[in-house]
């Protein structure tokens, strides 16, 4: 554990994992992989849609080995649901957490001035997302972040390309730790419990803000997952009205 306060508020979201058998989990994650790779070719230039001031604009970042196309049931709801802009772009396999985020910048930095931005990251999205915010200024321009499954605390990876970003001693992801709370730019966790690849609810927490435990959800399976579409939904929402006014 950090030195940094664990200062988060969790809210669970059921069925409880002995209600779903090991085959249906299989099932789906399989499921979920395979849309994930059905939908890879597709966005793989960057989108910027045209946003002016005052407008709601949602960035999304995929993860490690897929593309901006993942996205494209998320995307459809958001605009759908939100009203909101959707931005998104397509970073190479194995490309460092430094170098994505800085690709992250150069997006936001064609959204104008004035528009309210939720960065959400799937995987190694979530934590370029924090990157940008914590240690590149980004928190001038986003209102919110929302990451689903994404390995704060690590996982064991090997410790070459991005894998050294990744693995439980990286200084990066205890540097995001440590300086979370001092961000005034709120964080909402969305936690898979039968994750294989993000083991245990703490991995995929950045340690400050909400944690979403969804039970029943693979790693993939949040990518398509309903539910945690809501919750996406309702976070961007509280970016665009007072808080007092927004029920999660």
Not at 125 to 138: H, I, L, N, S, T
């Amino acid at each position: 554990m950090d030195s940094s306060p664990w200062n988060v508020a969790i809210v669970e979201a059921y069925p409880p994992v002995s209600q779903v058998s090991f085959a249906q989990l299989f099932v789906q994650e399989s499921l979920a992989t395979l849309r994930e790779v059905a939908l890879s070719p597709l966005d793989l230039s960057p989108r910027v849609p045209a946003a002016r001031a005052g407008d709601d604009v949602v960035v999304l970042v995929h993860g490690f080995c897929a593309t901006a196309g993942v996205f494209r049931p998320l995307r459809a709801r958001l605009e759908r649901e939100t009203g909101a802009h959707v931005a998104t772009f397509t970073h190479a396999p194995g490309v460092r957490i430094r170098r994505i985020a800085r690709d992250l910048a150069h997006l936001v930095d064609r959204v104008p001035h004035g528009a309210r931005i939720t960065i959400v990251g799937h995987s190694l999205g979530g934590v370029v997302a924090r990157w940008y915010v914590q240690e590149m200024a980004g928190q001038g321009r986003v209102a919110r972040t929302i990451s689903l499954a994404s390995p704060f605390h690590g996982v064991d990876v090997p410790p070459y390309f991005v894998g050294a970003d990744l693995h439980p001693r990286s200084s990066l992801l205890r540097r995001l730790r440590e300086r979370a709370s001092e961000s005034p730019v709120p964080h909402t966790s969305i936690v898979a419990a039968e994750d294989r690849l993000v083991p245990g609810i703490q991995t995929a927490c950045l340690g400050t803000g909400e944690v979403v435990v969804l039970h029943g959800r693979g790693h993939n399976t949040l990518l398509f997952d309903e539910e945690a579409a809501g919750h996406v939904i309702r976070g961007v929402a509280a970016s665009a009205r007072p808080a007092a006014h927004v029920e999660l």
